[in-house]
Nanobody, 127 residues
Framework: QVQLVESGGGLVQAGGSLRLSCAAS????????MGWFRQAPGKEREFVGA????????YDEYFAKGRFAISRENAKNTVYLQKNSLQPEDTAVYYC????????????????????WGQGTQVTVSS
């Protein structure tokens, strides 16, 4: 059974940091592009960034300012999202997703390009 499980969310004060984890089971994520998305209350789900099977990382322009960092540890079948200098506007449910390599080239920022999704983990940043 394919499953993605996010963890590491919680309540943090503004300026703080969190590291989210996304553990995969039922498949080896080493060949998958793994994406991170978030959805704030009343807003659309938005792309944060993605990491390819080879380790290349791409971020949405808003997140490419150094506060967020995506990494992967294939031996643990896990990807991470490190978030620093958190602000109240970062409050959202954060999701990881896996994009099957069989899809070939495509727009990794597009949620429809992903085949598996986790249940999400809530991050709340207080001011």
């Amino acid at each position: 059974q394919v499953q993605l499980v996010e963890s590491g969310g919680g309540l943090v004060q503004a300026g703080g940091s969190l590291r989210l984890s996304c553990a995969a089971s039922g498949f080896a994520l080493s060949t998958y592009t793994m994406g991170w998305f978030r959805q704030a209350p009343g807003k659309e789900r938005e792309f944060v960034g993605a990491i390819s099977w080879s380790g290349n990382v791409m971020y949405d322009e808003y997140f490419a300012k150094g506060r967020f960092a995506i990494s992967r540890e294939n031996a643990k079948n896990t990807v991470y999202l490190q978030k620093n200098s958190l602000q109240p506007e970062d409050t959202a449910v954060y999701y990881c997703a896996a994009r099957n390599p069989g899809r070939g080239s495509g727009h990794v920022a597009n949620a429809h390009e992903y085949d598996y999704w986790g249940q999400g983990t809530q991050v709340t940043v207080s001011s």
